[in-house]
């Protein structure tokens, strides 16, 4: 069988992820890892998921091992219409969607919205693995100019008013992979104009509750609550990232559909995880734990920025995000952070190039550093390994 010519086109328009393939290479070798997307498992909080997982199997286990609803299970879904309406975003229980998590989500979205040609805005850079899902799509990607603020609100909204704009995606706190949040001074007039134009936002929160500086981070919805905004978020990042919980929330209109299309695509999220991350999220413990995740956090995120400017100041420049998981370093122009992965993993430690991340066709000087994945004692040596390979 000749497969190359069986696959659908939409196949074709998908490139292999750097990130994974650098996973298969980092298995093969010693190296202190700045390149996964991978959360610190030293903040998965075990004891409680292990007392609640065994509570699940105790008093919910016939129907935690069962077939479920399609929209998911109705308590955690109450529970994220209550966070979100207390983050300043008014949702009921029946606007909300559970999903495998929140990669799903944004696919769900792109398989309701866009058709071949049809064009998604983003910023530049973008999350990567967004990216994939619309050109699974046949969607075509612009990317719209970003700084150290988010995205430009005037490149925005004058895109927004060309024909064929279907979604402008967005990664509000504390993105993947710069780490850069949006201004709230711009958080309205972008959407007010996504509304005039009638494209819907689609607001990745992966990142939302890890902050580390002063402030509360607000979800992008609640800069306008009239605006069309379907509002993505994860359980990956404050609770553990393979139980695959996440949510999706947004006009009833829109969501009134989501749930037909979530059947068709995996019937329902897992009923055991559904309850276990319930149980969990909804208990007292939750706001603590995520606090006391915000405060070893902010450590590692001291440590790297300290060593970067310690070891790198004067060689490149890098964001300084507020929270998340990752920073976007630059070097100097000419320089090509892909050609120089190999002699960095020959010192022993890993990065991802950030090319892959510039739909504008940029950033090949640039690289995504993670900071959380490694443990807090190898960051000084991390950073110094990278430095001298920088050096050369």
């Known amino acids: 069988m000749d497969w190359e010519r069986q696959w659908a086109g939409r196949l074709k328009r998908v490139q292999p992820s750097p990130i994974m393939d650098l996973i298969k290479v980092l298995g093969q070798r010693q190296a202190i890892n700045f390149a996964s997307g991978l959360p610190d498992p030293d903040g998965f909080p075990l004891e409680g998921l292990r007392e609640g997982a065994a509570a699940v199997l105790d008093m919910d286990w016939r129907a935690a091992l069962q077939y479920g609803e399609a929209e998911g299970y109705r308590p955690l879904r109450e529970w994220v219409a209550k966070d979100l309406s207390a983050r300043g975003v008014p949702t009921r229980a029946d606007q909300v969607l559970i999903t495998s998590g929140s990669q799903q989500a944004i696919d769900l979205v792109g398989r309701a919205l866009l058709q071949p040609g049809d064009i998604v805005l983003t910023e530049n850079p973008s999350y990567l693995a967004a990216l994939q899902v619309f050109a699974s799509f046949e969607a075509t990607v612009r990317a719209i100019a970003t700084d150290g603020e988010g995205i430009d609100v005037e490149s925005a909204a004058a895109y927004l008013r060309q024909p064929g704009v279907k979604l402008l995606y967005l990664m509000p706190n504390h993105q993947n992979p710069s780490g850069i949040s949006l201004a709230p001074e711009r958080r309205r007039p972008i959407l007010e104009a996504a509304k005039r134009a009638g494209v ?36 990956s990042k404050t609770i553990a990232p393979g139980l695959r919980v996440a949510h999706m929330a947004g006009p009833p209109d829109f969501m009134s559909r989501m749930g037909l299309l979530k059947q068709i695509t995996d019937l329902h999220a897992n009923s055991y995880t559904q309850r276990l991350v319930h149980r969990f999220a909804a208990s007292g413990e939750y706001p603590a734990h995520v606090a006391s995740l915000c405060v070893a956090f902010r450590k590692k995120r001291d440590c790297f920025l300290d060593a970067l400017e310690r070891r790198l100041g004067g060689q490149a420049t890098w964001t300084r995000p507020a929270g998340g998981m990752f920073l976007l370093l630059w070097l100097p122009a000419g320089r090509s952070a892909s050609a120089l992965l190999p002699r960095a993993l020959d010192h022993g430690v890993a990065y991802v190039p950030g090319a892959a991340f510039f739909p504008g066709g940029d950033g090949e000087n640039t690289m995504r550093l993670n900071f959380l994945s490694p443990a807090l004692a190898e960051i000084e040596d991390g950073v110094a390994r990278l430095a001298r390979a920088i050096a050369g």
């Open 200 to 235: 819907p936002v689609l607001a990745d929160e992966a990142y939302l509750h890890l902050r580390y500086d002063p402030g509360v981070p607000e979800p992008l919805a609640c800069a306008d609550p009239e605006a069309p905004v379907i509002t993505v978020g994860t359980f």
